[in-house]
């Protein structure tokens, strides 16, 4: 029987797409993860421009991409629980600098994911999803394969 091919696996690898942060099945997320990173090693397509990954330091360069799905790469100073959400932030200024939300909805599937938001901080990590404005720059997680601890 011969290989099944995924399209979506192939435009990856040709740096031509970005992982969605919906992608629910392990396998397949696995797949095409290490597509994404085998195109983001090789300077493929649209990883020869290291603009691609926005630095959590640069709130304004993540609220440009407002509805948009974004990747943005930094070091967690602080967690916060506030009400029903987990916050994240990335920066000292809790409104203006970029931060994750967390409701509280998505701990469980984290947990089963041995996410724990606590553990993140002070931790360098990858989060993907849309960017919503909330006076910064926000990304709401609500999947594990959000989050990709880097070292």
Known sequence: MPQQTLVQRELLAEGTAVVSAT???????AALLAAEA?????????WADPAVIKNAE????ILAGIGRIMLVEGKVLSVRQAGA???LNFGRNWTRDFAVTIPRRALANLAAAGLEPKALEYKR????GIVEAH????????????IELLK
């Open 23 to 29: 992608v629910n099945d392990r396998e397949c997320a």
């Open 38 to 46: 085998s195109a983001r090693e090789a300077k493929r397509g649209i």
């Open 58 to 61: 640069s709130p304004g360069d």
């Open 85 to 87: 959400t987990t916050y």
């Open 125 to 128: 990590i990858r989060i993907r």
């Open 135 to 146: 006076t910064g720059p926000r990304i709401e997680v609500v999947r594990a394969g959000q």
